[in-house]
Nanobody, 131 residues
Framework: EVQLVESGGGSVQAGGSLRLSCAAS????????MGWFRQAPGKEREGVAC???????TYLDSVKARFTISQDNTKNTLYLQMTNLRPEDTAMYYC?????????????????????????WGQGTQVTVSS
């Protein structure tokens, strides 16, 4: 059974940092595009960052230079290091997986932030940033 379990959310003041983790089980995450999404109350879910095998990475423009996505394939765990947090970053953050993908797919494509294309989702972890 595929499972994604997020952790690391919390409440911080603007300018603070948090590191989110997503523990994957039931599949090998290195064969998937792994992504972080967020959804604030009353807003649509948006892609924040995603990563693919061989290190292809895509970021939402508003988080570039502040957030860093990474994965530890030995632990089957995805991370999102968030720095210089802003109140507008407040949302429920979700981990998601799209795949499995073939080696040829990874060679020909960049990882994407299209939520509808992701097959598996975690339950989310709340991030609240106060001004």
């Amino acid at each position: 059974e595929v499972q994604l379990v997020e952790s690391g959310g919390g409440s911080v003041q603007a300018g603070g940092s948090l590191r989110l983790s997503c523990a994957a089980s039931g599949f090998t995450s290195s064969r998937y595009v792994m992504g972080w999404f967020r959804q604030a109350p009353g807003k649509e879910r948006e892609g924040v960052a995603c990563i693919a095998k061989y290190g292809g990475i895509t970021y939402l423009d508003s988080v570039k230079a502040r957030f860093t996505i990474s994965q530890d394939n030995t632990k089957n765990t995805l991370y999102l290091q968030m720095t210089n947090l802003r109140p507008e970053d407040t949302a429920m953050y979700y981990c998601a997986a799209d795949g499995p993908k073939s080696a040829s797919w990874f060679s020909a494509n960049s990882p994407h932030l299209t939520a509808a294309r992701y097959d598996y989702w975690g339950q989310g972890t709340q991030v609240t940033v106060s001004s």
